[in-house]
């Protein structure tokens, strides 16, 4: 009974400790700040660049394709302007920050459009994306004119292949259910991974810093080595468990509020309560196991 005392009071102290430890705390509100900021990136970006869109200057030398590009275009996304100045003038505004680009368009060999875009940078690649999706669509469009197809042929043409995938096992689960797996097992392995990363050295650090304190100094001499071990495994598995446990109460509630893209994109929404429950006791009970194997490797090489 004396020694469970003991076991229990040296998890009892390393808890505590940790626990009111000012790396922890500002660990803690750092990782949830980033947490946060991580599920409301979309708004913090649209709070910096608000809804500007890059204007673009466009330079027609066929006389015909600015109109048809400009019907093309998505004009949520971007600004098309049609200019006459000089190639090289057009250039040098680009470079003063008149435009955020130049797009200079004619035609190839056999009459189809092609283009060059021009920018102080090729950083943003959404704005030459995006020209270059509605050139695309132009060039289609002109090629089933020449060709003379109608809009029916067109999207007949386009109309995508019916297929479908039937698992012929009973109890196979479907495509969504799989992509949602996926995604929880993903997320549980990074958690045990970060887990075990950021808590396995708290372990070995805790006997070179326990002789700081007399009273541990004390108790710990008269403390067989594997209590306390696993008292120190107790007590450290307590204070990141704490840890985990707030950020993902923080996670949760971030992506729910602000996150709903995200927690849609990995299925969550679709899953059962009874699956968060089944992950989080495969968590705790695979944490003992790893860690335990892992802090015995530490505690081995600490010296004396």
Known sequence: MRRMNKFFLVAVHTYQTKLKAKA?????????????????????????????????????????LYGPLEKQANHDQIALTKITD????????????????????????E??????????????????????RALSQLKTALSAAKLGLTDEQMAELYKPVPFQKVALEKN????????????LVYV????????????GGMIATEVATEKSSRVMEILVSSVPPVQQLFGKIIGVALVSLTQFFVFFAVAFAALKTSGQEVWRFLGFDRLPASIFVYALVFFLARLPLVRGAVCRARFARQPG
């Not at 549980?188 to 808590?199: H, I, Q, S």
Request: proline share 4%; glycine share 6%.
């Open 172 to 183: 196979a689960k479907t495509e969504e259910e799989l992509n949602q797996a996926r995604a």
């Open 24 to 64: 922890f705390l500002v660990t803690t509100a750092i990782t949830c700040l980033l947490i946060i900021g991580v599920a409301n990136i979309q708004p913090i970006i649209e709070f910096f660049t608000g809804d500007e869109k890059p204007h673009v200057a466009v330079i027609d030398r066929t006389g015909s």
């Open 111 to 132: 009459g189809l459009p092609e283009a060059v875009y021009y920018a102080n940078t090729i950083v943003d690649n959404q704005t030459p994306e995006e020209l270059e």
């Open 188 to 199: 549980l392995l990074f958690a045990m991974y970060m887990f075990v990363l950021m808590y």
């Open 86 to 109: 000089m190639e090289n003038e057009a250039k040098e505004a680009v470079k003063e920050g008149k435009w955020d680009g130049l797009l200079v368009l004619s035609r190839d060999a």
